[in-house]
């Protein structure tokens, strides 16, 4: 199946400063990718679709302008998560279709956010 | 947009027994619907799913129906392991590359020897 590579998978930061994940697709092109932002023992919930070339659509209650998306590429889109406070420590999961029709979504391994 | 309601938050079940998970679906344009096994701190892991055309699917020990009247659909895994023992998610799209999935609330299977 598709490869999706996500990068870091762990990341502590103080309060304040911005962190930056990154979501590859390594052997296919993703003209579309999703963020999706997990809280422990709860479910995957999108953020927003990012699509190459374009900007991102955000889902209803995620600020645009706090988690900044750029999907400058076929096979490179990153999350910024700017101004980090303690309540967006979450796991953080970019995902792509891997090619053709068929629907099926492929996951990065996820970034583990820790604001301190 | 679409809603995902997936029941029970929790299961137990003693190892050789079977387990359902039940899932409805709000949109009726849906048409694509996986199930996903997550461990604790991994990533989602496809693990079976069902296309509206498609009545039931099956897969060795894991099977999928799916009432497009309804409009629910149920995960069955029979001879239970150990090593089911995970969270699982089923999710609903309308299907193709630019469409988003939306997960269910998650159900957290426990297999006791």
């Known amino acids: 199946g598709a490869v999706v590579s996500q990068h870091p998978s762990r990341v502590i930061c103080k309060s304040g400063t911005s962190v930056k994940i990154e979501c590859r697709s390594l052997?296919?092109?993703?003209?579309?990718m999703f963020w999706y932002r997990q809280f422990p023992k709860q479910s995957l919930m999108l953020m927003a679709t990012?699509?190459?070339?374009?900007?991102?659509?955000?889902e209803q209650g995620v600020e645009k302008d706090k988690f900044l998306i750029n999907h400058a590429s076929l096979t490179l889109s990153t999350l910024t998560v700017t101004s980090a406070h303690p309540e967006d420590s979450s796991f953080y999961i970019c995902s792509a279709y891997g090619g053709g029709n068929t629907g099926e979504l492929f996951f990065g391994e996820g970034s583990r956010l820790t604001v301190l | 947009g679409e809603n995902v309601e997936q029941h029970p938050s929790t299961l137990s079940v003693q190892e050789g027994d079977s387990a359902v998970i039940k899932c409805t679906y709000s949109?009726?344009?849906?048409?694509?619907f996986p199930w996903y096994k997550q461990e604790l701190g991994k990533r989602p892991q496809l693990i079976i799913d069902?296309?509206?055309?498609?009545g039931e699917k099956k897969d060795q020990r894991i099977a999928v129906t799916l009432n497009k009247t309804a409009k629910h659909f149920s995960l069955h895994i029979t001879e239970t392991q150990p090593e089911d023992s995970a969270v699982y998610f089923c999710a609903a799209s309308k299907g193709g590359g630019g469409n988003k999935l939306t997960f269910g609330t998650g159900t957290q299977l426990k297999v006791e020897l």
């Open positions: 990012s699509n190459e070339g374009s900007k991102a659509t955000y």
């Open positions: 949109d009726s344009a849906s048409n694509y």
């Open positions: 069902i296309r509206s055309n498609v």
């Open positions: 052997d296919f092109q993703a003209t579309t």
